[in-house]
């Protein structure tokens, strides 16, 4: 058998099959393997303990020596000279620097009472715009499945080896099944948010056990974003003329020919203003306040979307009409309309038309760097001009852009 300076028995957590965590000391002693399982760590580090003095015994002479330390600190003091043999400085000198730069947890709060404080701000937030409902909602389901995970655990018991596991687990129905490197990051910048506030504002922690795990580096493909092509968009526009009067058809131009952020619980049009859309200049002002990334900036207002709104005013139809929301899941349902395909539709078909990122990237409220990787060379200049011909028909007198071999570009 080997001699080893640190402990040859380990100490990690043991789940039960009852979901409680126990603390597991093993090793080998005599040739014998050596399993015990123990309600709490300091139970299960005393064992460990004894059961060094007891290998030690069998390996090293022992002495006699009169002292006024009881037995059980002769034991860890024996325990702490094995440990430190070889080291280039006195146990004394390790003692003394533990003392001067460790610092004890602030309180031993349970998970669940961290995660409730935490999730508090997070509301906060979500009520003064900060971030989204939908935002609001991924970061509560994610803390809800770390409390499942973990359910009787303090928070400082979640150490960078319980918290690599579970950001790398499968989900319940497939568990054996890695999950995408995107997700795993997705969870780590949660998580990594959370145990920041606990260390910075809490002071619930020393240090963030994610501190020293590092996301993934992931390789992004260019034009991944989902669009409709011009007649599908043609096709979508003349049926939603069709219901309740035209009445959604503000909601379904803005989102589709200027790109605005679609959702209508808390994207961009559902806070946008009508006084805010301005034929008489032709250009959409998006505010801070209405903004996802809290800046302003104005969106051009083409030739067909000023001849949408003119057909369907602001000031007679709204832009998201009370029967919107139940009715643009079925319209989704029947078009196949992903959540932002309309607003990808307009960047890829814009930076089609006008060849200028830096342009698309100013209305859109991107980054060139995005508009190259996943809207450049999406769509053609023809399939772009056809989509930016696409004119009412049921109101007004459609102009001649709208003909049927202008559309068939895109056929």
Known sequence: MKTHT????????????????????????????????????????????????????????????????????????????????GKPRTLAFYADHGLTHYKEPASQISLADAVKAYLEIRRDDERRNVIGKRQLKTIESEFNELQRHFPTQNLSDLTTDLLKPYLNRGNLARPQIHPARKT?????????????????????????????????????????????????????????????????VPYYALCLFAGIRPSVQDGEISRLPAKDVRLDTCTIHIEPDVSKVDMKRNIDIQPNLASWLEAYPLDKFPVIHKSLPKSRIAIAKQFGLSHDVM????????????????????????????????????????EAEAFFNIMPALRGKPQAETSTAALSVAA
């Open 6 to 85: 640190a402990s040859n028995f380990t100490v990690k957590p043991f789940k039960n099959r009852n979901g409680v965590t126990s603390w597991r000391v093993s090793g080998w002693l005599h040739g014998l393997r050596v399993r015990k399982n123990f309600k709490n760590k300091q139970a299960a580090f005393v064992e460990r303990g004894t059961l060094d003095l007891k290998l030690m015994q069998t390996q090293s002479s022992l002495r006699p020596v009169t002292t006024s330390l009881s037995e059980e600190q002769v034991r860890e003091a024996e325990i702490l000279f094995q440990k430190f043999a």
């Open 184 to 248: 795993v990051n997705l969870r780590y910048g949660h998580l990594f948010t959370f145990f920041r506030f606990a260390v910075v504002t809490k002071e619930w922690l020393v240090k963030n056990p994610l501190a020293k795990i590092s996301r993934h580096k992931l390789e992004h493909s260019r034009g991944s974003a989902p669009t409709l092509s011009a007649q599908e968009a043609a096709k979508l526009m003349a049926h939603v003329e069709t219901l309740h009067d035209g009445a959604f």
């Open 343 to 382: 607003r990808h539709t307009f960047i890829s078909m814009h930076v089609a038309k006008f060849r200028s990122m830096g342009d698309t990237a100013l209305q859109a409220g991107n980054s060139e760097r995005i508009i190259r990787r996943h809207y450049l060379n999406v769509t053609t200049p023809q």
